[in-house]
């Protein structure tokens, strides 16, 4: 009798923690849970419970503990069983996970949630259609399952089953309004399915839903990449504004749908329209129009952060520069005017002063910084209008007097151009001096490589898209969306990961956040690149990236070996780049991976068009000879050539390090899929497939070729291509070493 009152006294205590734990209070849940195991060491649901807990608060090594314990005391727990595959499933074990559940669901077949979440992993596990099989037995339990027919569409959109998708999105949204996951994934399937305003509308209202998650802004970058705005609402700004904030978003490729919405903004749309690019800068009311766009957050924020990639903007900034110049000259700037004239010396910097200057600013800016040099030899005070002046013509660290400049006290916005172009290309310097040289570089092309990129850092970019989770390489690889087959590929624990050609360090700050306890040797030609790269990744917080000097070609010297070896856009500028590529596989251990990036032959008709322009007329690689190639570029277009128009409209044409790097490399391999598969087999690779940022070209490829396996098939890439000569402007894949 009294064990049966010790009993119910734990039954009562168990009901009580689980009150607490319903009602979202852990803390005292927490505390029940461990006074009865104070008592019963070995009590089952207390220590299943408590491993709820720790998986909820994201401790799931202890979870794993916790619950594996009450599971030894009582080995047909079926909610255990289903606990403990929650919390390896995060640990990103899904096959462990998805054993777990298959325990549970042998002692309680009708357990709706544990074939649900089984569906997951076996998605994980990269087996869609076994996941399909799960999700439908979990809805013949219970058909009102919203989640389970959210996970549904997944699984469908992964099997490029893409109406089907919609129809499960569909339903879990009929059944749960707020469901946020469901309307970005309707979102994510409606943009493959090309109907951008449909897609739109669900990733604003997932975004509403769950402001703080990353993956949901990642889908709704990519729905804006191709977006265009027939019209907007009060509160799309500042939902654009909120989306540039985001650390997985890269804003270089949302600029053009924010000036498309923009365009709609009254004051925006009426300053474009009036501003006509031959009209002299004495015409120009700088400091009205200036005024109005410093009250437009969104226009000066993307002006800080990217490139502007529109030809009609960059004239009007172009001319607006000039006006600026012109009243900064004749003292007549007004403060109100200093929010814009700041973002412009920002986005003048960042795109490396690529619009063109006539003669008359010339001498103006020539004369300008005379009065900045007296001013700061004489110690008296400069005029922030001068600083923003110059700064929107010249890189203010280049001149003598930048550092002394650098030491005064600044006001507002002043301050983010003292930052931008000198505080941190001073520390850059620093930073150059440091950074140590693991080869030496003998090849001819490889040093005129590298001078270019001593000259010409490539990209200047200020933000990237992070990944808003980082996993294990072979999680990444065989999960959603990629599900390569990688055989029977072990990840290791802290992978060793080598970047061959790191640039200025956005690919390496990319591939650390998406790896999880990876090591990065990051290699690159120029020291500029790499100063700048060491500069970001400590103002981002990454601290497992080496940068170090190097040559491609001679690397196979460092005696090192790595998991995973990426090169994308850099065995392209090797005089060899199969030799340089073999000397890479060499550097991968047996079964490791390779991320490459090759240029295509078919692709970059308006690349090739371009060069053969620039031998024509002579152009060199000086600033000035860029800007006269782009004008004339320009003017070809606009007179109705559509290779030229093609050129710009890339990315890579609106600034200069990029415009140099796109046209006017020293050199320039490019390919065709036939020579790739002839060099993957030589080189004892396996193509697992390519990875694109535009899903839409994979869904057109699988429209006519919806078998798996046809993803991996290089011959039908080759007539794909053919047929779409625009969908693969370069060629973006992963192989696997035999």
Same mark, same amino acid.
């Given at each position: 009798?009294?064990?049966?009152?010790? &009993?119910?006294?734990?039954?009562?205590?168990?009901?009580?923690?689980?009150?607490?734990?319903?009602?979202?209070?852990?803390?005292?849940?927490?505390?029940?849970?461990?006074? /009865?195991?104070?008592?019963?060491?070995?009590?089952?649901?207390?220590?299943?419970?408590?491993?709820?807990?720790?998986?909820?608060?994201?401790?799931?090594?202890?979870?794993?503990?916790?619950?594996?314990?009450?599971?030894?005391?009582?080995?047909?727990?079926?909610?255990?069983?289903?606990?403990?595959?929650?919390?390896?499933?995060?640990?990103?074990?899904?096959?462990?996970?998805?054993?777990?559940?298959?325990?549970?669901?042998?002692?309680?077949?009708?357990?709706?949630?544990?074939?649900?979440?089984?569906?997951?992993?076996?998605?994980?596990?990269?087996?869609?259609?076994?996941?399909?099989?799960?999700?439908?037995?979990?809805?013949?339990?219970?058909? !009102?399952?919203?989640?389970?027919?959210?996970?549904? %569409?997944?699984?469908?959109?992964?099997?490029?089953?893409?109406?089907?998708?919609?129809?499960?999105?569909?339903? +879990?949204?009929?059944?749960?309004?707020?469901? +946020?996951?469901?309307?970005?994934?309707?979102?994510?399937?409606?943009?493959?399915?090309?109907?951008?305003?449909?897609?739109?509308?669900?990733?604003?209202?997932?975004?509403?839903?769950?402001?703080?998650?990353?993956?949901?802004?990642?889908?709704?970058?990519?729905?804006?990449?191709?977006?265009?705005?027939?019209?907007?609402?009060?509160?799309?700004?500042?939902?654009?504004?909120?989306?540039?904030?985001?650390?997985?978003?890269?804003?270089?490729?949302?600029?053009?749908?924010?000036?498309?919405?923009?365009?709609?903004?009254?004051?925006?749309?009426?300053?474009?329209?009036?501003?006509?690019?031959?009209?002299?800068?004495?015409?120009?009311?700088?400091?009205?129009?200036?005024?109005?766009?410093?009250?437009?957050?969104?226009?000066?924020?993307?002006?800080?952060?990217?490139?502007?990639? !529109?030809?009609?903007?960059?004239?009007?900034?172009?001319?607006?520069?000039?006006?600026?110049?012109?009243?900064?000259?004749?003292?007549?700037?007004?403060?109100?005017?200093?929010?814009?004239? +700041?973002?412009?010396?920002?986005?003048?910097?960042?795109?490396?002063?690529?619009?063109?200057?006539?003669?008359?600013?010339?001498?103006?800016?020539?004369?300008?910084?005379?009065?900045?040099?007296?001013?700061?030899?004489?110690?008296?005070?400069?005029?922030?209008?001068?600083?923003?002046?110059?700064?929107?013509?010249?890189?203010?660290?280049?001149?003598?007097?930048?550092?002394?400049? &650098?030491?005064?006290?600044?006001?507002?916005?002043?301050?983010?151009?003292?930052?931008?172009?000198?505080?941190?290309?001073?520390?850059?310097?620093?930073?150059?001096?440091?950074?140590?040289?693991?080869?030496?570089?003998?090849?001819? /092309? $490889?040093? &005129?490589?590298?001078?270019?990129?001593?000259?010409?850092?490539?990209?200047?970019?200020?933000?990237?898209?992070?990944?808003?989770?980082?996993?294990?390489? %072979?999680?990444?690889?065989?999960?959603?969306?990629?599900?390569?087959?990688? %055989?029977?590929?072990? $990840?290791?624990?802290?992978?060793?990961?080598?970047?061959?050609?790191?640039?200025?360090?956005?690919?390496?700050?990319?591939?650390?956040?998406?790896?999880?306890?990876?090591?990065?040797?990051?290699?690159?030609?120029?020291?500029?690149?790499?100063?700048?790269?060491?500069?970001?990744?400590?103002?981002?917080?990454?601290?497992?990236?080496?940068?170090?000097?190097?040559?491609?070609?001679?690397?196979?010297?460092?005696?090192?070996?790595?998991?995973?070896?990426?090169?994308?856009?850099?065995?392209?500028?090797?005089?060899?780049?199969?030799?340089?590529?073999?000397?890479?596989?060499?550097?991968?251990?047996?079964?490791?991976?390779?991320? /490459?990036?090759?240029?295509?032959?078919?692709?970059?008709?308006? /690349?090739?068009?371009?060069? $053969?322009?620039?031998?024509?007329?002579?152009?060199?690689?000086?600033?000035?000879?860029?800007?006269?190639?782009?004008?004339?570029?320009?003017?070809?277009?606009?007179? %109705?050539?559509?290779?030229?128009?093609?050129?710009?409209?890339?990315?890579?044409?609106?600034?200069?390090?990029?415009?140099?790097?796109?046209?006017?490399?020293?050199?320039?391999?490019?390919?065709?899929?036939?020579?790739?598969?002839?060099?993957?087999? $030589?080189?004892?690779?396996?193509?697992?497939?390519?990875?694109?940022?535009?899903?839409?070209?994979?869904?057109?490829?699988?429209?006519?070729?919806?078998?798996?396996?046809?993803?991996?098939?290089?011959?039908?890439?080759?007539?794909?291509?053919?047929?779409?000569?625009?969908?693969?402007?370069?060629?973006?894949?992963?192989?696997?070493?035999?």
């Amino acid at each position: 009798m009294p064990e049966q009152r010790q &009993s119910l006294t734990i039954q009562q205590a168990i009901d009580l923690g689980v009150q607490h734990h319903n009602a979202g209070d852990l803390t005292k849940a927490e505390g029940i849970y461990k006074q /009865i195991l104070q008592s019963d060491p070995d009590q089952p649901v207390a220590l299943h419970l408590l491993g709820v807990i720790a998986h909820q608060v994201g401790k799931n090594d202890t979870a794993v503990d916790l619950i594996t314990k009450a599971l030894t005391v009582k080995p047909d727990y079926a909610e255990a069983h289903y606990s403990l595959g929650n919390a390896l499933k995060e640990l990103g074990k899904p096959e462990d996970a998805a054993a777990s559940y298959h325990k549970a669901l042998a002692i309680k077949s009708d357990y709706a949630v544990a074939h649900s979440n089984l569906g997951v992993a076996l998605q994980d596990l990269g087996k869609p259609e076994d996941a399909v099989a799960s999700y439908h037995k979990a809805l013949a339990i219970k058909p !009102d399952y919203a989640d389970a027919h959210n996970n549904l %569409g997944v699984a469908l959109q992964d099997l490029g089953k893409l109406e089907d998708a919609v129809a499960s999105y569909r339903k +879990a949204l009929a059944l749960k309004p707020d469901l +946020a996951e469901a309307h970005n994934n309707l979102g994510h399937v409606l943009g493959q399915l090309d109907r951008p305003t449909e897609a739109f509308t669900c990733h604003r209202r997932a975004i509403s839903l769950n402001p703080q998650n990353d993956l949901f802004y990642a889908h709704f970058e990519a729905c804006l990449v191709t977006a265009s705005f027939a019209s907007v609402d009060d509160n799309l700004y500042q939902d654009l504004l909120h989306l540039l904030e985001r650390p997985v978003v890269r804003p270089s490729y949302v600029i053009r749908s924010i000036i498309s919405a923009l365009r709609h903004h009254p004051d925006f749309s009426r300053i474009v329209e009036g501003i006509s690019f031959n009209q002299q800068d004495s015409e120009i009311p700088y400091r009205d129009i200036a005024g109005q766009l410093s009250t437009i957050p969104l226009f000066l924020r993307i002006l800080e952060l990217s490139p502007i990639s !529109d030809l009609e903007i960059e004239r009007m900034l172009t001319v607006l520069r000039c006006a600026m110049l012109a009243e900064t000259i004749e003292r007549k700037t007004e403060e109100k005017v200093f929010p814009f004239s +700041a973002a412009l010396a920002l986005q003048c910097f960042i795109n490396e002063y690529v619009f063109p200057e006539t003669e008359e600013e010339k001498e103006a800016v020539e004369h300008l910084q005379e009065k900045i040099a007296t001013l700061v030899e004489k110690g008296r005070p400069v005029p922030p209008s001068y600083v923003v002046a110059l700064g929107a013509y010249r890189p203010l660290f280049e001149f003598p007097w930048a550092e002394k400049l &650098s030491q005064r006290e600044w006001e507002n916005n002043i301050t983010g151009v003292i930052k931008q172009q000198i505080s941190e290309p001073l520390e850059e310097r620093a930073l150059r001096d440091r950074i140590p040289s693991i080869t030496s570089i003998q090849n001819a /092309i $490889s040093q &005129s490589v590298r001078e270019q990129y001593e000259e010409n850092p490539y990209p200047r970019w200020i933000e990237t898209s992070l990944t808003y989770e980082s996993r294990s390489l %072979g999680a990444v690889l065989t999960g959603s969306p990629l599900f390569f087959d990688l %055989g029977d590929y072990t $990840s290791p624990e802290s992978p060793d990961i080598l970047i061959a050609g790191c640039g200025t360090g956005q690919h390496p700050v990319c591939i650390a956040s998406r790896f999880s306890n990876a090591r990065l040797l990051a290699v690159d030609l120029s020291l500029n690149s790499l100063a700048y790269a060491e500069r970001k990744a400590r103002e981002l917080g990454f601290s497992n990236i080496e940068y170090v000097q190097g040559d491609i070609l001679e690397l196979g010297k460092i005696e090192r070996q790595f998991d995973l070896i990426a090169s994308v856009g850099s065995l392209p500028t090797l005089g060899d780049p199969l030799a340089g590529w073999r000397i890479l596989v060499n550097l991968l251990r047996p079964g490791g991976l390779m991320n /490459i990036g090759l240029y295509s032959e078919i692709g970059r008709q308006d /690349i090739i068009a371009g060069r $053969s322009l620039i031998a024509e007329k002579g152009y060199s690689t000086s600033p000035e000879d860029i800007r006269r190639c782009r004008q004339d570029i320009i003017a070809m277009a606009e007179d %109705g050539d559509n290779e030229m128009a093609k050129i710009c409209n890339r990315y890579d044409f609106f600034s200069l390090s990029e415009c140099r790097d796109l046209l006017f490399h020293v050199q320039e391999h490019r390919f065709t899929l036939p020579q790739i598969d002839e060099a993957l087999q $030589s080189l004892h690779l396996k193509f697992l497939g390519f990875e694109m940022e535009d899903r839409r070209t994979l869904s057109k490829f699988r429209e006519s070729h919806p078998d798996r396996d046809c993803l991996t098939s290089l011959s039908l890439w080759h007539e794909f291509e053919l047929d779409n000569p625009d969908k693969l402007p370069g060629y973006p894949f992963w192989c696997q070493k035999s």
